[in-house]
């Protein structure tokens, strides 16, 4: 069977990291692949060899794209991470995405660059010499033909006047897919390929991919920190352990051994830890549980010009409720959240009350954020200083995107408690960049914990974990939530990633 990929002995030149042993590596045309293992495990760092993003010391990996094997491996291999990747390397895109609107009018609108997508595609295959007249004409054939597949299967067409930093995360991720899929690539490698889509988009995708790799040229390779979610269509499996790609086994060799999520990680020790912490000075002992308003929306309308994204929405959050947020993409569910957090200056221009004062009658943002513990997908992206771990979790303190108050000694021992329950005590003093993505959400939830929060706000928080730190998350959730009038808000497109005590639920439709 003739190759795509080898390495034999590979040894990655990198000062920091690199594997224990070489990698041996071969896939095969007709091969699709999951490379799986538990955050921290090095799966990024393969991929990165694959994409000669990290050089091979005294090797090169071996590529046969026949015909075209004169194009270049990136016209060949196109990499999507969907690890909360959100628009440029702009940390202000975090405050600018549906809250800033000055921008809007400049920002590109998605018809155009996905235009611009396809036609770069038809002039990279114009020039490409080993392609016949006919073979072209085929290839623009199947490309609009999957054009209008992608458009319809993830309603595209609704969009392509949308200015991009209006999109919401799994709008995103769609617009991201369909982009490099037009660019015609021979291999696809994704990272985390289903995190941030909603139930129906999830399996659309599955679809897709299956018709593509049964159908045409297009050859697959997943990367999975969640590896209960593999796609049958995979034919092989590539586990990562500890820093050691493993041999590469059939998907039916490796579900007979895969291990599922374990029923309970967090300690004993640890739980009574937390539900052992003190309360703040100006907490209320005699307020019981669902008499006080956290939150109150009456008929909050919330609209960027032409579009409605939120219509007469009325919803109340008691002290002590846990809700879960749910929706298809696009549905407003981080617009929402971005009035409850006081990000959205439209929150004045509607009637909102927040822990018992209405928006606007002199109460600053940093009197509702002193309430609240946030994680979503745009602060993982907004992060983009590579400072250290407990500096991250530490500016959770301030209600800061970096660090502007140096923390105290107190401060850094309450950091490092949140630091040792989310499993990364050991990285306190590693730079943000040299986690691995998983890490790094661990990191950013015990910034979410650290001021022990009355409100929590989880905004897909188990995206990028593997299953036993997806386990541990729900179990501090759950812990926590066990405390006097802690409230909890969170969203998942996963039903089975909500902990048990959701107690109330609320689901958005788009419009």
Known sequence: MQKTIEIRNGVVRHPLYRFKTPINLEICQGEHIAIVGGNGSGKSMLVDVLTEKHPLLMQRVSYDFSPSKAKLVSDNIKYITFRDSYGTSDSNYYLQQRWNQFDIDEAPQVGKLLDEAFNLAEQSARHDSALTLQELQSLTSEREQLREHLYTMFHLNSLLDKPIILLSSGELRKFQLTKTLLSHPRVLIMDNPFIGLDSNTREQLRELLSMLTG???LQVILVFSKTDDIPSFITHVIPVEDMTVLPKMSREAYLETHQGQPSRVLSSEKEQG??????????????APGTQQVIDFCNVTIRYGERCILKDLNFTVMNGERWALSGENGSGKSTLLSLVCADNPQAYANSIVL??????????????????GYISPEMHRAYMKDIRSVEIVASGLSDSIGLYKRPSEKDLVVCSFWMEMFGVGDKMDTTF??????????????RAFVKDPTLLILDEPLHGLDLRNRR???????????RKNKTLIMVTHYEEELPSIIDHKIFLRRN
Do not use: M, N
């Not at 822990?355 to 609240?372: S, V």
């Open 355 to 372: 822990f018992g004062r209405r928006r606007g009658t002199g109460e600053t943002i940093w009197d509702i954020k002193k309430h609240i």
């Open 472 to 482: 541990l998350v729900k179990d501090i959730i759950e812990t926590f939530c066990k």
């Open 274 to 287: 937390i539900l052992g912490l003190p309360y703040s000075p100006d907490y209320d002992e005699g307020q």
């Open 215 to 217: 159908e045409s040229w």
């Open 433 to 446: 960049f040299k986690l691995s993505s998983g890490e790094q959400r661990l990191v950013l939830l015990a």
